[in-house]
């Protein structure tokens, strides 16, 4: 896919365009947030269904293969890690959680509802990681910052050549609504980059950014980049809506 032709599909704010621009026959975007059942929407199913073919697809050809799994806050990316996990029952199979989301939602990988979720182990870097499991599903990635960029490109290109699979999911953008810093580092190395969108919680459009409010305000562009915590800081924000103190708005290009 082109910009051109991505253009034509849907208007994305111009760090959007930035971010995904190189990598865009790679990249599909999930735009979908119907509900279909308690806790799960449309993009989720969807993205379950074209993980999973995707990891049959390059098992096929006996080859390794790393997917994204990234959107915003409450577009329901960890839903799709426990709905993989479902779906892996029987396979040698593994999934993390970073250590940062320990005391928010305990041991356990769980939705923001708390009513979909599955066993996960705890990292901090990829060195706490069990390497040789066939399936690694790694949630929160975002706050991997141990490793650096030669360490984690090390990570995903000894999978691959070991046939392995590697399912990273993560923000792809922070409050200021720049890309985390792993986005960059990753998105190269990805074969397929599936990018769910949320609800903006004030317009009901496509949400593509997570926005922080301190004390009902929007959070300053200074502000530390981590701060963990779910709806009594953050709000899911499409491009037009989204508000960082000391920073203009997006454009739409």
């Not at 975007?29 to 989720?44: A, H, R, S, Y």
Request: net charge negative; hydrophobic share 40%; charged share 25%.
């Amino acid at each position: 896919m082109t910009i051109e032709a991505l253009k034509k599909e849907v208007v994305h704010p111009a760090e959007v365009l930035e971010l995904y621009g190189p990598v865009l026959e790679k990249v599909t975007f999930l735009n979908n947030f119907t509900k279909v059942e308690p806790g799960i929407n449309q993009n989720q199913l969807e993205a379950l269904d074209l993980i999973m073919a995707t990891i049959v697809e390059f098992g096929r050809r006996n080859k390794g293969v790393t997917i994204a799994d990234f959107g915003p806050m409450f577009s329901g990316k960890t839903v799709v890690l426990c709905l993989l996990a479902k779906e892996l029952e029987g396979k040698d199979f593994k999934v993390y959680k970073h250590q940062l989301d320990l005391t928010r939602t305990g041991p356990k990988l769980v939705n923001q509802t708390g009513d979909i979720w599955t066993e996960a182990d705890l990292y901090e870097s990829i060195s706490d990681i069990d390497k040789t499991k066939e399936i690694l599903l790694i949630d929160e990635f975002q706050f991997n910052t141990v490793d650096n960029a030669d360490a984690i490109k090390e990570f995903l290109q000894k999978r691959k050549e070991a046939g392995l699979v590697t399912v990273i999911s993560k923000l792809d953008f922070n409050y200021r609504r720049d890309p985390w810093k792993t986005t960059r580092i990753l998105l190269p190395h990805f074969n397929q980059i599936f990018v769910l969108r949320a609800r903006c919680e004030d317009c009901g459009g496509l949400a593509q950014f997570p926005q922080r409010n301190i004390k009902g305000a929007p959070a300053h562009v200074d502000a530390p980049e981590i701060l963990v915590g779910a709806e009594e800081y953050y709000q899911s924000k499409c491009g037009r809506c989204h508000e960082v103190g000391g920073k203009p708005k997006t454009v739409y290009v």
